[in-house]
């Protein structure tokens, strides 16, 4: 991690203004040298984001996210306790693989897939009460 420069910082606050205020970006370019290539664009907001942090003096760290997570893991993005995850694996709502030393890994995809399943069937749980409640008022109104 290095400090920047007051100009390398202030190059840094304007490429991220730059990329966060333009909707819809469009086509973003890096030129190296007189070579373009073209920046991929999921990749614009996490550039963004870096040299916002880098621009106000932050530091900053990129790493890699695993497909293959551990139970603890997956209860920490569920935000849930492991034997929680573990009772889930166990009846079959996430998949799982067990490797040789009997311990479950769980493929991202296939947690935040769950994850998603959960977060409809909250919704729509909240919507059905929702109506009820709804429902209930007019039917106690009336009976005024």
């Known amino acids: 991690m290095s400090?920047?420069?007051?100009?390398e910082s202030s190059q840094a606050r304007e490429l991220a203004s730059v990329l966060t205020r333009q909707k819809p970006l469009g086509k973003v370019q890096l030129r190296i040298d007189k070579r373009?290539?073209?920046?991929?664009?999921?990749?614009v907001p996490l550039?963004?984001?870096?040299m916002e942090k880098l621009g106000a003096g932050e530091g900053v760290e990129?790493?890699?996210?695993?497909?293959a997570l551990s139970t603890t893991e997956a209860?920490?993005?569920?935000?849930?306790?492991r034997p929680y995850v573990v009772k889930l694996?166990?009846?079959g709502l996430i998949p799982c693989q067990t490797t040789e030393g009997n311990h479950r890994r769980i493929k991202r995809s296939d947690l935040l897939d769950f994850q998603r399943r959960k977060d409809v069937e909250r919704?729509?749980?909240?919507?059905?009460l929702a109506a009820e409640g709804q429902r209930l008022t007019r039917e106690h109104t009336r009976e005024r």
């Open 3 to 7: 400090i920047l420069t007051e100009a």
């Open 36 to 43: 373009s290539v073209d920046v991929p664009a999921r990749a």
């Open 47 to 50: 550039i963004a984001e870096i």
């Open 62 to 67: 990129v790493r890699t996210i695993h497909d």
């Open 75 to 81: 209860a920490e993005i569920l935000n849930v306790s």
């Open 89 to 91: 694996l166990d009846q």
């Open 123 to 128: 919704r729509r749980a909240a919507d059905e």
